[in-house]
């Protein structure tokens, strides 16, 4: 399985702000995704980060809210825009493992907005 | 609507007996199961998986069953313990290909070994 690290672990950022979230991964993968757990629910997509090309949203999740980054094969960004309090969640990477077809995910970035 | 449903939300064994968690589906196009293990301040840890053209895998002490009539999976872990004490996620995708790879996951169900 992959090696997957995110930044920062966690943050306390203040309403109306920016937090931007880094994910490197050991190989190169075709594909990432990040996903968000808010309290108490099941993970939920955001989107697929696609390299070389602008990332696709899932139903409810828009770019000016959740820019991504794709520069390479091995990193991705993740940037929250605008804070609010109802942004306060887990923000986690995944990559998928063509050899096993099989979804790794990345330690998580636990953001509480203020 | 909740396509993926882990209707027990926590689930209490003895050390060394049996651990049944279970999922519900009820989306057909869905074609790959998978459980992740998920302990606090980590991301979840991939367990077991199975496709729908079978109907049981197996892997050391995590076998996971599946029924595609009634849509419906269980993951068993044999004998449990107390290092098994975690929040077990069921996750569903439909297809091959590209946006077929996105995963669809239950709420998850906290499982406690006791010693």
């Known amino acids: 399985s992959a090696v997957i690290s995110q930044k920062p672990s966690r943050d306390i950022c203040q309403r109306g702000t920016s937090l931007t979230i880094q994910c490197q991964v050991d190989?190169?993968?075709?594909?990432m995704f990040w996903y968000r757990q808010q309290p108490g629910q099941s993970l939920t997509l955001i989107a697929t980060?696609?390299?070389?090309?602008?990332?696709?949203?899932e139903s409810g999740f828009v770019i000016d809210k959740f820019p991504i980054s794709r520069p390479n094969l091995t990193f991705s960004t993740l940037t929250v825009s605008n804070m609010s309090p109802e942004d306060s969640s887990i923000y986690l990477c995944?990559?998928?493992?063509?050899?096993?077809?099989?979804?790794?995910f990345g330690p998580g970035t636990r953001l509480t907005v203020l | 609507d909740q396509q993926v449903k882990q209707n027990s939300p926590s689930l209490s064994v003895q050390e060394g007996r049996i651990s049944i968690l279970n999922c519900d589906y009820t989306?057909?196009?869905?074609?790959?199961f998978l459980w992740y293990k998920k302990y606090p301040a980590e991301g979840p840890t991939f367990l077991i998986s199975?496709?729908?053209?079978?109907d049981k895998n197996e892997d050391g002490r995590f076998t996971v069953f599946l029924n595609k009539s009634a849509k419906h999976l269980s993951l068993h872990i044999v004998p449990s313990q107390p290092g098994d004490s975690a929040v077990y996620f069921c996750?569903?995708?439909?297809?091959?290909?590209?946006?077929?790879?996105?995963?669809?996951f239950g709420k998850g169900t906290l499982l406690t070994v006791n010693p």
């Open positions: 980060a696609n390299q070389g090309s602008e990332a696709t949203y």
């Open positions: 995944s990559v998928r493992s063509r050899a096993t077809d099989t979804q790794y």
């Open positions: 199975i496709s729908s053209i079978k």
């Open positions: 190989s190169q993968v075709t594909m």
């Open positions: 989306n057909s196009m869905f074609d790959y």
């Open positions: 996750a569903a995708s439909g297809g091959s290909g590209g946006s077929n790879y996105k995963l669809t």
